[in-house]
C-alpha cells in the first residue's frame, strides 16, 4: 500500500521537476507509438478497405487468418523481428537491433492487423443503400469510394484508438528489440519492468501513472477532433 | 473544414515525430551485462565517467549472462560485461570471443529468513544445500542460465546432487537477481546472490531486509566479473578499437578507484582487481 501512495506522489515529482530520464523514456514511447500507429494506419487502411467493400474468393478465410493475427503475442512478436534484424539475419545490414525503429516496426506488425480488421468490419457495415444512392445520384467510382470512407471515419478512428492501445503499453517487443538502453531504447513500459525489476515498485508505479496520463492526452485530443 | 484542417496538422506532427531520430554518434560502444552491475547502478555510475575520460558514449543492455554471451556470438553488441568464468573461457576457445580481462569481484552469498527455517546458518556451502533439500524447503533459483544461475547449478552439482529441477520446493524465476530475491522474501525462502546486488535490496529495505545473508565466505563461492572482446574473425564489423579502450579504461587506475569507492550503505558492492 505504502508503494501505491509513493508512486502517485513520485509521478507527480518525475513529471513536474523535468526527471530528464522519464521525459527521454515518455519521449521515446511518444516516437515509437505514433510511428508505428503512422505506418500499420497508411498499410491498413486501404487493406481494411479491399477487404470490406470488395467480394472475392478466400475472403472469409483471409478474415481468419486476420482475426488470428489479433492474438499474435507481443514476445513472439518481438522474438521474430529480433531474429530478422540480428546481425545474424537477413536484415541485419540495416543495423535497426537496439533502435526505436526497430521497435517499430514490431509495433507495426501488432497494430496492423488491428486497423485492418476493424476497418473491414465497418466498411462492411456500411448499408448497401447508400452506395445505390451515390450511384443514382450520379457518383463516380472514386467519390463513392471517398464517401463511403468519410462515412464510417468514426469506426476507424474507434480502431486506430484501439491499436494505439495496443502499441502504447506492450513491453514484449520495446524490451526484445530495444533492449532497454537507457537515453536511446527505453520506454516507459520497458522503464517499468525494469524498476519492477530492481525492487523500486513505487518508481514503477509512478510510470504506469504516467503512460495513463499519456494515453488520456491522446484520446482525449481525438476525442475534441471528433466534436468539431 | 476546421476539422480537415485540424486533421492535417495532426497528421504533419506525427510525420515530424516519426522522422528518424538522428544516426548516432560512431563513437557509441554497444555493450551487453548481465542485470547485476545495471540493478545496483554501477554502470549509471561508471558510464559518464567512461565518456568524460575517452569521449566514448556507452550504451548497454542488461540480461543473463548467457544472452549476454549470444549476442556477442551474432554480433549485436561490441563487447561483454559478463560473469560465468567458465562460460567465458569456452566462448574464446570456440572463437567468439578474442580476450578477457577480469575487472572486479564479489561473492555470491545465499540468504534466506531471519528465522532461517531449515537452519542453514554458518554451515558450508555444500551441506547448506544438503540441509535444504532434505528438510525441502523453498529454494527461489534464477532459473535464467544467467552467471548466477550457472554457478548455483554448479553448486548442486558439487555438493553431489543432480539439479533438483522438478520439485516442488524448488523455484525458477526466471527473473532477474532483484526480482528473485523479492520472490523469496514473499516466499520465506532461501536464495543465491552476488552480494552487491544483495546490498542494494538491504539499502532498499531501509538496512533492516528480511532475508539475511546464512552462507558465506567459502572460496567457490567468488564471483568474478571479466570485460570479454569479441573475435574480429567472427565479428568483423564490430567496435573492436572502442571495445579495447572501454577494457583498458576499467582495469585502467581511474575506474579500478570508482568502483572501490562505489558503496551502499556503506558497503562496498564490487571489490576491483584488474591486474
Redesign the interface.
Known amino acids: 500500500m505504502d508503494d501505491i501512495v509513493a508512486g502517485i506522489v513520485k509521478a507527480f515529482e518525475l513529471l513536474f521537476s523535468g526527471d530528464e530520464s522519464t521525459w527521454t523514456a515518455v519521449l521515446a514511447t511518444v516516437k515509437v507509438s505514433t510511428c508505428s500507429m503512422l505506418l500499420s494506419i497508411g498499410a491498413g487502411l486501404p487493406c481494411g478497405f479491399l477487404l470490406g467493400y470488395y467480394e472475392f474468393r478466400g475472403k472469409q478465410h483471409l478474415r481468419t487468418v486476420l482475426d488470428t493475427m489479433l492474438a499474435l503475442p507481443t514476445v513472439f512478436i518481438g522474438l521474430v523481428v529480433f531474429a530478422f534484424i540480428s546481425n545474424q539475419g537477413p536484415l541485419g545490414d540495416f543495423k535497426l537491433l537496439f533502435s526505436l525503429t526497430g521497435i517499430a516496426i514490431g509495433q507495426t506488425i501488432l497494430a496492423f492487423p488491428i486497423v485492418t480488421a476493424i476497418t473491414a468490419t465497418t466498411i462492411e457495415a456500411v448499408d448497401p443503400l447508400f452506395k445505390l444512392t451515390l450511384v443514382s445520384l450520379g457518383a463516380g467510382k472514386r467519390n463513392i469510394i471517398a464517401t463511403c470512407l468519410w462515412e464510417v471515419r468514426y469506426g476507424i478512428l474507434a480502431g486506430a484508438v484501439t491499436a494505439y492501445g495496443r502499441v502504447l503499453t506492450e513491453v514484449g517487443i520495446s524490451m526484445m528489440v530495444g533492449g532497454n538502453i537507457k537515453w536511446h531504447t527505453r520506454t516507459v513500459t520497458t522503464a517499468i519492468a525494469l524498476e519492477t525489476g530492481k525492487g523500486e515498485f513505487a518508481n514503477g508505479i509512478a510510470l504506469g501513472i504516467i503512460l495513463i496520463t499519456l494515453a488520456f492526452a491522446v484520446n482525449l485530443s481525438l476525442s475534441l477532433l471528433r466534436r468539431q | 473544414m476546421?476539422?480537415k484542417k485540424?486533421?492535417f496538422i495532426?497528421i504533419a506532427i506525427?510525420?515530424a515525430?516519426?522522422s528518424?531520430?538522428g544516426v548516432?554518434a560512431s563513437d557509441t560502444l554497444?555493450m551487453a551485462t548481465t542485470?547485476s552491475t545495471d540493478?545496483t547502478g554501477l554502470l549509471?555510475y561508471l558510464a559518464p565517467h567512461f565518456e568524460k575520460d575517452t569521449g566514448i558514449k556507452l550504451?548497454?543492455?542488461?540480461t543473463g549472462t548467457g544472452k549476454a554471451l549470444k549476442l556477442g556470438e551474432?554480433?549485436?553488441v561490441d563487447v561483454l560485461l559478463v560473469h560465468a568464468p567458465p562460460a567465458e573461457k569456452k566462448y574464446i576457445e570456440k572463437g567468439f570471443g578474442k580476450a578477457r580481462r577480469e575487472v572486479m569481484y564479489n561473492d555470491f552469498v545465499i540468504i534466506g529468513p531471519k528465522n532461517d527455517p531449515a537452519a542453514v546458518k554458518g554451515q558450508s556451502i555444500q551441506d547448506a544445500l544438503k540441509t535444504i533439500k532434505d528438510k525441502q524447503s523453498a529454494f527461489i533459483s534464477r532459473g535464467d542460465d544467467s552467471g548466477t544461475n550457472k554457478k548455483e547449478k554448479l553448486l548442486w552439482k558439487n555438493a553431489g546432487m543432480q539439479l533438483p529441477d522438478k520439485e516442488e520446493w524448488y523455484v525458477q524465476t526466471g527473473?532477474?537477481m532483484?526480482?528473485t530475491?523479492?520472490v523469496a522474501q514473499e516466499r520465506g525462502g532461501y536464495t543465491m546472490t552476488d552480494r552487491g546486488t544483495y546490498i542494494?535490496?538491504q539499502s532498499?529495505k531501509g538496512g533492516d531486509a528480511p532475508l539475511i545473508v546464512l552462507v558465506d565466505g567459502d572460496a567457490v563461492l567468488l564471483n568474478q566479473y571479466s570485460v570479454l572482446t569479441l573475435s574480429d574473425k567472427n565479428?568483423a564489423?564490430a567496435q573492436h578499437e572502442l571495445a579495447i579502450k572501454f577494457s583498458d579504461w576499467m582495469a585502467g587506475e581511474n575506474a579500478q578507484n570508482l568502483i572501490k569507492d562505489f558503496r551502499l550503505l556503506g558497503k562496498r558492492l564490487f571489490i576491483p582487481n584488474a591486474k
Not at chain 2, 59 to 62: E, G, I, N, R, S
Open positions: 476546421e476539422t485540424l486533421f495532426l506525427m510525420f515525430l516519426c528518424p531520430a548516432f554497444m542485470t540493478n549509471d550504451k548497454w543492455t542488461a551474432t554480433c549485436d527473473q532477474g532483484l526480482s530475491i523479492n542494494k535490496y532498499q565479428c564489423k
